[in-house]
């Protein structure tokens, strides 16, 4: 089902990227109080800067990850597709700790503690297909390709008042 919709073997790669892109704005909202370290308090006009900063770097560099995994897939070539996504879950994860070390306004505490568990969770399911593919096995990594693609569109929806371009994914780019 999910072959016929988006197209075979290209839903893993682009929902990696999606839900890359989408964990690392996740991860930069989802940190401390801002103006920690000089005693004012952080609000989104100066937090949305910094963390873009760390989502673009991030984002130039998962989409390099991620290119030809969804082809490697589709030719067989599982080992390959594996290693690449383990690669993106493991810059996504450190992406997270860059993020998450930006103090965070207090009024969007909450909000962003939310959206950076969607990062989590997302780093997670790239994981998830990287052990699949390394199996030697490809079945079921389109249903955790359909579940990443769920957490941007939950991530974006989270963060929207934020206006972010680079912390934020399009969808539609990866489907």
Known sequence: MFKARYGA???GTRSC???????????A???SPVGAANGEATTRATYVPRAEAICHAATVHHQTALRGVAEMVQ?????????RLRSASRALRQTISRLAAIPRPPADR???TQWFSYGQAGAGLLQQMARRL???SSAGVSAMANRLLRYVRRANATV???EF???RIDPANFT
Do not use: N, P
């Not at 990227?17 to 991860?27: I, N, Q």
């Not at 030719?75 to 290693?83: F, G, Q, R, V, W």
């Open 165 to 167: 371009h680079y912390c």
């Open 160 to 162: 929207v008042g934020f």
């Open 29 to 31: 909202m989802a940190s």
């Open 75 to 83: 030719s067989h070539e599982l080992t390959a597709a594996a290693k």
């Open 134 to 136: 390394a199996s030697g």
């Open 17 to 27: 990227r999606a839900v890359t892109a989408v964990f690392l704005a996740v991860a």
């Open 9 to 11: 073997g290209k839903a």
């Open 110 to 112: 909450q909000r962003l």
